[in-house]
């Protein structure tokens, strides 16, 4: 079966910080995979959508950066972290050959920044 | 494009009671329509979801949402509301099989149960 996988859980960032979170996927082959953030009394926002090894495309300018170095691994960046950055961090996956367009979510990641 | 609107932003219902979580939704295409929620600090886990199949749509936990195309709902429903249930309801609409980024979230509906 699948897993998706996405780590840390939660971490608290000064200003100006780097960041990196890291997302896999486990019992697929070349998925789709999503960056989505989730701020404090808002729904979900669309950051970064893959559909394959080093093809990322940016759904709205920001800080944030994301990259996939390998096909099952999603890794979401910030190079100087702002106070706006701070929220819920969501990675998922999708099988690239469904039209059902099922996401399938990770635990997320909670980012305070200070 | 497409477009949905969760109808209530919180719902409140006592314990035992039924639960009605609504949506409406836009589409020029022929939607795929999903009801997730969401525990606190946890990710999206899918409730449900509507493919072109029977217009009702069974799911987990006892959830229910009928697809009504002449009203263009999908609202989420449940006979007896038990306190685990409590949480945040999100609706998405997505076009039938052009996959990417095509979907789109409703802005939730936080469900309060009262016991």
């Known amino acids: 079966s699948q897993t998706i996988h996405q780590w840390p859980a939660t971490l608290v960032q000064p200003v100006g910080s780097p960041l990196s979170l890291e997302c896999t996927v486990e019992?697929?082959?070349?998925?789709?995979l999503y960056w989505y953030r989730q701020a404090a009394g808002r729904g979900l926002q669309l950051l970064f959508y893959s559909v394959g090894i080093g093809q990322i495309s940016s759904e709205v300018p920001q800080n944030l950066s994301a990259s996939r170095p390998q096909d099952r691994q999603f890794i979401l960046s910030s190079k100087k972290l702002l106070l706006s950055d701070s929220g819920f961090y969501l990675c998922a996956w999708r099988e690239a050959a469904s039209g059902a367009n099922v996401l399938t979510f990770g635990a997320g990641s909670r980012l305070t920044v200070l | 494009a497409q477009s949905v609107t969760q109808l209530d932003s919180h719902v409140s219902v006592s314990e035992g009671t039924p639960v009605l979580l609504r949506c409406n939704y836009s589409?020029?295409?022929?939607?795929?329509l999903f009801w997730y929620v969401q525990h606190p600090n946890k990710g999206l886990q899918l409730l449900l979801k509507?493919?072109?199949?029977a217009t009702l749509v069974k799911g987990i936990n006892g959830f229910e949402a009928e697809f009504k195309k002449s009203e263009t709902s999908f609202h989420l429903t449940k006979p007896s509301a038990h306190m685990s249930d409590a949480a945040e309801y999100f609706c998405?609409?997505?076009?039938w099989g052009t996959g990417r980024r095509a979907l789109t979230f409703g802005s939730g509906t936080r469900l309060q149960v009262q016991p």
């Open positions: 509507y493919t072109s199949a």
């Open positions: 589409s020029s295409y022929s939607p795929s």
């Open positions: 019992g697929t082959s070349n998925p789709n």
């Open positions: 998405v609409v997505s076009p």
